[in-house]
């Protein structure tokens, strides 16, 4: 049973970090890619982040360049999105995914297993 469980965010102020983990399971993570969603209230979902096999290939929605890092270790089966200096405008829930196949992509038509994901708040 292929599972995604995401975890690590909360509240934060804003210029805050915090760190969100996708732990997955039922599949090696070493023949896919993963990548970070999120949604804010009246919005469409936004390709974050993703990550190829071995780090070797990432990309950055230009909202989140300079300020956000996606790394994985496919050791744990688990993905982190590293979120520093966070605006208000972050705050949305975050979701990670797995792709049909191994190509990093930002697009969410090309993943077919979602996590159930976990909300951040940047607010004073």
């Known amino acids: 049973q292929v599972q995604l469980v995401e975890s690590g965010g909360g509240l934060v102020q804003p210029g805050g970090s915090l760190r969100l983990s996708c732990a997955a399971s039922?599949?090696?993570?070493?023949?896919?890619?993963i990548g970070w969603f999120r949604q804010a209230p009246g919005k469409e979902r936004e390709g974050v982040s993703c990550?190829?096999?071995?780090?070797?290939?990432?990309d950055y929605a230009d909202s989140v360049k300079g300020r956000f890092t996606i790394s994985r270790d496919n050791a744990k089966n688990t993905v982190y999105l590293q979120m520093n200096s966070l605006k208000p405008e972050d705050t949305a829930v975050y979701y990670c995914?797995?792709?049909?196949?191994?190509?990093?992509?930002?697009?969410?038509?090309?993943?077919?297993?979602w996590g159930q994901g976990t909300q951040v708040t940047v607010s004073s």
């Open positions: 990550i190829n096999i071995s780090n070797v290939t990432t």
């Open positions: 039922g599949f090696t993570l070493d023949y896919y890619a």
């Open positions: 995914a797995k792709t049909y196949g191994s190509s990093c992509s930002r697009l969410s038509h090309e993943y077919n297993y």
